[in-house]
């Protein structure tokens, strides 16, 4: 598939990275319907996320089966299938965001601009909030690494990939509540990049999904910060205070400082240290 691609005259794969990221777009698009549908507080928030998630993915395997040829790699399921590749990645995606985030609001508090005020737990909220950014993180890591950064490394290769990608997921975080210029920069860096190396050196969707799906949940509905300007209900109560360079202010704890810098050596570490020869 990869050859495919490469030898496609310049102006095909532009053209077919514009329509399958206005596809993915829509599909995502549509994926938040529950939320309305159901409103907030619904327990049917609970499971139906996970259908519409699981929904994109198979729209991305047909696309890729239809247009590419074959059925993709990256979702590790035809491909060496006793080896449970894609829990294995997802597995590891979800500890990753969790320690990535775990070691942010860590060095933020040791800077004395994060406690925990008070705490409660809503399961309706705790689980529907899992749920909803489940789907989130499908439908971002199938339009920007999938779609955007796959095409783009096969095309032109891996720095113009993760260049572009990267740019494109950060900004468009810019029309979110509370973004700035820099908490879009921020993302760019912390998150475009990361998670596009993460998919790079794993050949995997997987890997980033749960990266994504663990890093928004984290950071949200548990340690209560925003996440990407959005406040949700979470299970501790975040006084937040200082600088918003070292909290991250409204934003959220992405536009910290601190999350971009650890996220960028993270991203430089890997790009110096792994195998960049996977087949995507």
């Known amino acids: 598939m ?24 829509f599909a995502y698009g549509f ?9 907030d507080s619904s327990t049917a928030l609970t499971y139906v996320p996970y259908g519409f998630g699981v929904g994109i ?4 395997m047909l696309v890729r089966r239809y247009f590419e040829g074959a059925w993709p790699i990256d979702l590790n ?3 060496d ?17 969790l320690v990535y985030f775990a070691v942010v609001t860590a060095v933020i508090s040791l800077c004395g601009c994060y406690r925990i005020a008070a705490s409660h737990f809503d399961s ?11 789907v989130v993180a499908v439908g971002e890591e ?48 912390e ?17 980033p999904i749960g990266l994504h799906w663990s890093w928004n949940f984290i950071q949200g509905p548990v340690l209560g910060f925003a996440v990407s300007g959005n406040g949700t209900k979470s299970v501790f109560d975040a006084a937040i205070s200082g600088p918003d360079i070292i909290s991250g202010g409204p934003f959220g704890a992405e536009a910290s400082i601190v999350a971009c810098l650890i996220g960028l050596a993270a991203s430089v570490f890997l790009i110096l240290h792994s195998d960049r020869k996977k087949a995507l």
């Open 77 to 79: 399921l035809f491909e």
């Open 81 to 97: 299938a006793r080896q449970n590749l894609a829990i294995r990645n997802l597995g590891f995606g979800l500890l990753l965001g």
């Open 31 to 39: 994926s938040q319907a529950p939320g309305y549908m159901f409103g």
């Open 2 to 25: 990869a050859r495919l691609i490469k030898d496609s005259p310049w102006w095909v794969v532009l053209i077919y990275i514009f329509a399958g990221s206005i596809l993915f777009l």
């Open 191 to 207: 998150a475009g990049l990361f998670l596009a190396v993460i998919y790079k050196f794993t050949g995997s969707l997987w890997a």
């Open 124 to 134: 309706t909220a705790f689980f529907s909030s899992l749920a909803t950014f489940f």
């Open 142 to 189: 199938v339009l920007f690494r999938g779609i955007i950064y796959r095409l783009i490394d096969q095309k032109w290769g891996m720095w113009p990939s993760l260049i572009v990608s990267a740019l494109l997921f950060g900004f468009t975080h810019i029309f979110n509540d509370n973004a700035t210029v820099w908490s879009s920069v921020a993302i760019s860096i």
């Open 57 to 60: 993915l198979v729209l991305y």
